[in-house]
């Protein structure tokens, strides 16, 4: 009976750490989910949104932290209130690793890796799923 158990347990372990070495090994993909394109670039013939007009970054908030709609089109006030609720979903635990995973209808918001810069390098964004519009929460650091 004691060797059933061991057995068990065993299996159990290798089951736990295969999964958590998957899950560490997927995260930076997932983190990576959304590319940015320049803003001043015209958007791809794919883009779900055809009403867009890619005005340009537009700052919604110059002081910290700092919020910007990349692209103009999302708006100052939706751009605000998004940027507000993941600052409290931040601050109240709710994020998910250390990219800082968040949705919330429409928004997922993360801390993104991005090639070529440190993590602490990168400002977070949120990114509207239904049409790819990208709000920054602060800037890139050098």
């Known amino acids: ?17 295969g999964g ?3 899950f560490v090994r997927s995260t930076p993909a997932e983190q990576n989910r959304h590319t940015l394109v ?3 670039s015209p958007s791809s013939p794919s883009s779900p949104s055809s009403t867009a007009k890619n005005t340009g970054p537009t700052v919604c908030r110059a002081d910290e932290p700092k919020v910007t709609d990349l692209s103009g089109d999302v708006g100052c006030p939706a751009a605000l209130d998004i940027a507000e609720r993941y600052r409290a979903a931040i601050a109240n635990g709710q994020t998910q690793g250390q990219g800082l995973f968040w949705e919330s ?5 993360s801390w993104p890796y991005e090639d070529g810069l440190a993590h602490v390098q990168v400002p977070q964004k949120c990114v509207r799923t239904t049409d790819d519009l990208v709000v920054q929460l602060g800037d890139y650091q050098r």
């Open 20 to 22: 958590l070495w998957l």
């Open 38 to 40: 320049a803003p001043s």
């Open 105 to 109: 209808g429409e928004w997922s918001c």
């Open 1 to 17: 009976m004691k060797r059933w158990l061991l057995a068990a347990a065993a299996v159990v372990l290798v089951l736990v750490i």
